[in-house]
Each structure stands twice: as structure tokens, then as C-alpha cells.
């Protein structure tokens, strides 16, 4: 029997096991009429939960997704204060926050 895990558990992002990963992309792809993975090979490199939220497989442990979101992810390097990890950077550039920011910090300058 299988370990369940929340997501999104109290102390952040839960890494998940793949095989958790398919029932869950099994259910949401055919609610949605898409094609579901058909085995372990069949699984996606990431799979974006919603804008917020994306799975990504771990580049060498095959076997489990990290849970990225923009504040950071449940690898090692995510859960670490500081530099953003490689999931968070990837799926979530920094760019548009920046940009975002200045025109913020602009528009308070001026009025
Ligand atoms: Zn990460």
C-alpha cells in the first residue's frame, strides 16, 4: 500500500511518488478527455497542475516528482531559503515578478 501525501503539506511542497503521479494524471486527463499515460515510460518530464503548481520528475531518481510552485519546490535545493532551485527558476521565471515589481516601484515614484 501506497503512502499518500498531500501536495501541498503544512511544511510546503511534498515530493511525490510517480506511481502517485499517474493516478493522479489518469484522473485529471480524463476528466478532461485527453489520453492518460499507460505506464511508468508514459509519464511526463513535468505536468503543470495549474499556473501555480507544476510536478516535475527528478532528473535522476526516476521514480519521484518534486512539487514545484513559485516559492520554491520540495527538492533539496527548494526547500533551502534563498537561491531558487532549478524547478522554480524553470517554471517560474523571476522575469515578469521583476518587471512586475518596477513598474510597481515606478508608478509609486510618480504619484
Ligand atoms: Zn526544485
Avoid at 499515460?37 to 516528482?65: H, I, M, N, Q, T
Avoid at 537561491?83 to 518596477?102: D, I, L, Q, T
Wanted: charge should be neutral.
Amino acid at each position: 500500500m501506497m503512502e499518500e501525501k498531500a501536495l501541498l503539506a503544512p511544511g510546503g511542497p511534498a515530493t511525490q511518488e510517480a506511481a502517485a503521479v499517474q493516478i493522479l494524471i489518469t484522473y485529471i486527463n480524463r476528466r478532461h478527455g485527453l489520453p492518460v499515460p499507460e505506464s511508468d515510460e508514459d509519464l511526463p518530464e513535468f505536468y503543470r497542475l495549474d499556473p501555480g503548481l507544476c510536478l516535475a520528475r527528478d532528473a535522476k531518481l526516476r521514480d519521484v516528482y518534486h512539487v514545484a510552485a513559485s516559492a520554491g519546490s520540495s527538492c533539496s535545493a527548494g526547500r533551502k531559503p534563498g537561491e531558487p532551485c532549478v524547478h522554480s527558476r524553470r517554471f517560474f521565471p523571476a522575469k515578469e515578478v521583476k518587471a512586475f515589481e518596477k513598474g510597481v516601484a515606478r508608478n509609486v515614484l510618480q504619484s
